[in-house]
């Protein structure tokens, strides 16, 4: 417990599985988290019931797609506190389809809140952060950024690009004393992931090539994203961790 005392933490896609976890654990962890996601009903929700929890949390409905939205997110942490300590990049979608299906528009509807989404928040957050002295912002990758599935080109490059932008940033942006790390979780069972997971057949050649043979909880994803936010990883930064019960380990 305390290991984000008094510490504010801004995530975005808040309102989604593994988001909302990360809110919670962090609020249990002595943070002040403020939710933001598209989906306003679900992050004012997670808010009220961390408060309820004798957590602190508020939230902010935006899109990371669109600059004023960003700008908005930035101004409700900054009127939290001046410094902000922990930038979760979460936000995202899925969207299946083949290569020689997809024009600009498809591409930019994937890269867009991934890619772009993690580069207009982290931009737009680093006066905050940098005033943190010792801020941390985790990104999400994805087993999806070294390994293939059908139809997730964009996904995929999404993710890859994610993975190269923060270790780039790790080291760009050390003398402000930022941290930049990445997670790449496998199959945790959420709203995005539901048509692998839920169906028979597709989740049961997942699990086939899981050494766990079991899919993860938001909750392992969320422990893993507060021991890179946390001082627990203060020499950590450009890092990558898998989160993916040993898959991308498995040629099976
Ligand atoms: N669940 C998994 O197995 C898994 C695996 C690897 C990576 N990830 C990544 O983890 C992150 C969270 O995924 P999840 O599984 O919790 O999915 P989810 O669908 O449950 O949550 C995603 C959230 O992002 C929000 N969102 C989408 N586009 C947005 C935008 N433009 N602006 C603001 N909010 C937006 C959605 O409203 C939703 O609440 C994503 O980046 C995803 O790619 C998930």
Redesign the pocket.
Known sequence: MGRLQDRVALI??????????MAKLFAAEGADVVL????GE??EAGAAEIAAAGGRASFVT?????ED?VRAMIAAAARVSPKLHVLV??????LRSDFRHMDDATWESVL???LW?TIRMTRAALPLLTAAKGAAVVN?????ATQHLRQLSA?ST??AA?AGLSRSLAVELAPYGIRVNY???????????GR??DHPQVSKGLLAQMPMRR??T?EE?AKVALFLASDDSAYTTGEGIM??GGMSLNLV
């Open positions: 975005t896609g808040a309102g989604g599985g593994l988001g909302m976890a933001s996601d598209l989906n679900a992050i935006g899109d990371v797609t669109k939205d990049n979460n936000a995202g979608n899925l867009n809140p991934h989404g999400l990758s994805s087993i999806m996904y999404a993710k994610i997670m790449c979780p496998g199959f945790i069972p959420t709203a995005m992931t692998y997971t899919f993860g938001p994803v989160v993916d």
